[in-house]
């Protein structure tokens, strides 16, 4: 499975941006893409995660209700659309795969994909 994370820019706190994990390969031998961030001299940190099959969606409490995960099946791809940014959201994006039906630790994901890089300014 080979994952391509697009979409990341700079906005302004307050902006939205749209980030897209396109999956090819075998995607549909995995159960899930989640999204994950690094900002500078930290650990990478659990964002986001949907099923491919049941749409069910868990997302870190850091952006819940703010940050809206969403997959295209026919696509083979999964969006994160991100709102009412702010400058702590600052970070790479990437997109992973797993085959676990429930999964927040970099370890639980199998398939990474390069990341994207999202700066909101103040």
């Known amino acids: 499975v080979q994952l391509q994370a697009s979409g990341g820019g700079l906005v302004q706190a307050g902006g939205s941006l749209r980030l897209s994990c396109a999956a090819s390969?075998?995607?549909?031998?995995?159960?899930?893409v989640g999204w994950f961030r690094q900002a500078p001299g930290k650990e990478r940190e659990f964002v986001a995660a949907?099923?491919?099959?049941?749409?069910?969606?868990y997302y870190a409490d850091s952006v819940k209700g703010r940050f809206t995960i969403s997959r295209d099946n026919a696509k083979a791809t999964v969006y994160l659309q991100m709102s009412s940014l702010k400058p702590e959201d600052t970070a790479v994006y990437y997109c992973?795969?797993?085959?676990?039906?429930?999964?927040?630790?970099?370890?639980?994901?199998?398939?990474w994909g390069q990341g994207t890089q999202v700066t909101v300014s103040s």
């Open positions: 992973a795969a797993t085959g676990l039906h429930w999964a927040t630790k970099e370890y639980e994901y199998d398939y």
């Open positions: 949907i099923s491919w099959r049941t749409g069910v969606s």
């Open positions: 390969g075998r995607p549909s031998s995995t159960y899930a």
